[in-house]
């Protein structure tokens, strides 16, 4: 197994750069403000930025959460050792597949809440999905909406292990035989074997596959995201300089200088 640490977060996006140059001129304990109405009334433009700033931050942090996953992966000393019990390799294993595919499917629903704030589009939960984005989107956004296919068509195989996991309480660990590889984990503490099984060779197979899966899906996805939080870009800066022509602090000048060395 590669023993590499995949710095997997959304720096290399052009987006990301144009958020934090919008926000880092504005400190908000600067402004006493009473409630979020009246500071959205007053600085709609920095309200903006800090919703848009919410919704990044929980991207990206998805993204930064799924980087413990080949970390999990290449612990060494098996059964790890607890105050309560020991943990096996069968569970060790298990629990590392539910937290891939419980992060990892949540990518998806974020980007989407990430669009919804980014647009304004004021879709309600319930519609945030691929099919309402495909109505909003076709005709003022296509090259968004293009973005979101992409990313919704990225890792759907971990999305239906996720699927059968949740619904139905199955979970693929990649043994062949899982069954038979829970016997042998609760039966090496106790020094006891099982005829023609090899549990190292079949946990090692297990956890290359299972990292194999989790680091190409993860950096398909993050590539997807990448291209999509770049192409809402344009539509970020200019909305936040529109807004920001209303604004009462005026704090709009640091954010014109990067949008002329950008144009």
Known sequence: ?????????????????????????????????KNWD?????DPHMAYAHLTWVRFNALEQQFVDLRVIPQM??????????????INRYDWLKSIVDLALFRFSSLRDIAFHFVNEVLELKLPDHMINIKQFGKVLRENHPEILENLKVLDG??????????????????????????MFKNMSWAEPHSSQISGCDLIATYEAS???????VVKEVSDALSACIGLVDDLY?????RY?????????????????HQAKDS
């Open 38 to 42: 009246e500071f959205a009334e007053a």
């Open 1 to 33: 197994m590669n023993n590499e640490y995949y710095w997997w977060d959304l720096e290399e996006s052009r987006f990301k750069g144009v958020l934090y140059d919008s926000i880092n001129v504005y400190f908000l304990h600067d402004h006493p403000y």
């Open 207 to 213: 956890r290359e596959k299972i990292y194999s899966i």
């Open 154 to 179: 990225t890792g759907v195989s971990l999305r239906l292990d996720r699927n059968e996991r949740a619904h139905k309480g199955f979970c693929n660990l990649y043994t062949d035989d899982d069954q």
């Open 234 to 238: 344009i539509h970020y800066r200019d």
């Open 73 to 86: 992966l290449g612990v060494e000393s098996i059964p790890l050792k607890s105050s309560v019990q020991d």
């Open 241 to 257: 300089e529109m807004l920001s022509v209303s604004s009462r602090s005026g704090i709009s000048q640091h954010f014109h200088l």
